[in-house]
């Protein structure tokens, strides 16, 4: 075989490989309509944060309140609430995949991120909400390292 045939069998297969690892990479992180804001129970979002007899939540994770989460988070969760508009809108209410295996473990598609600005940062920067089917909701400040769950009442 000519070294020129084997130069675009392999540069046909390199394409192949960014095409199949594009179209699973865009599959694991598919997009998700963001949550309509009103839970089915009738209860606002996030006031299901059931907490344990130590005082923690169920989760067993760290809880902080809204109000002491930097102010640009209580301006996302009112977006959430009010179901948009988002100012990332191709990332806002994408399906968060738990990757890092921090939060409780659920089925895919289970939560949904949100950007929480930035100031001063020319990109999405590194904070989140995070929220579950069950109204609950977490706090990532250092892009998913660490996660506090949100009591959105406070």
């Avoid at 996030?46 to 007899?53: K, N, V």
Wanted: proline share 8%; aromatic share 8%; charged share 20%.
């Amino acid at each position: 075989m000519g070294s020129s045939r084997r130069i675009t069998l392999a540069l046909v297969g390199l394409v192949v490989l960014v095409l199949a690892g594009w179209f699973t990479q865009s599959q694991l992180t598919g997009d998700a309509p963001p949550p309509s804001g009103s839970s089915s129970s009738g209860s606002s979002p996030g006031s299901s944060s059931e907490t344990a007899d130590s005082g923690q939540p169920s989760s067993g994770m760290p809880e902080r309140a809204l109000s002491d989460l930097p102010a640009e988070a209580a301006d996302t969760w009112q977006l959430i609430e009010q179901g948009g508009p988002f100012p990332y809108p191709r990332d806002d209410g994408k399906v968060f995949g738990n990757r890092e295996g921090l939060l409780p473990d659920q089925d895919r598609g289970y939560y949904h991120e949100y950007t929480v600005e930035t100031p001063g940062s020319d990109d999405r920067g590194a904070r989140r909400l995070v929220t579950g089917e069950a109204d609950e909701v977490y706090y990532t400040g250092d892009h998913y390292e660490s996660f506090v769950q949100v009591d959105v009442t406070r």
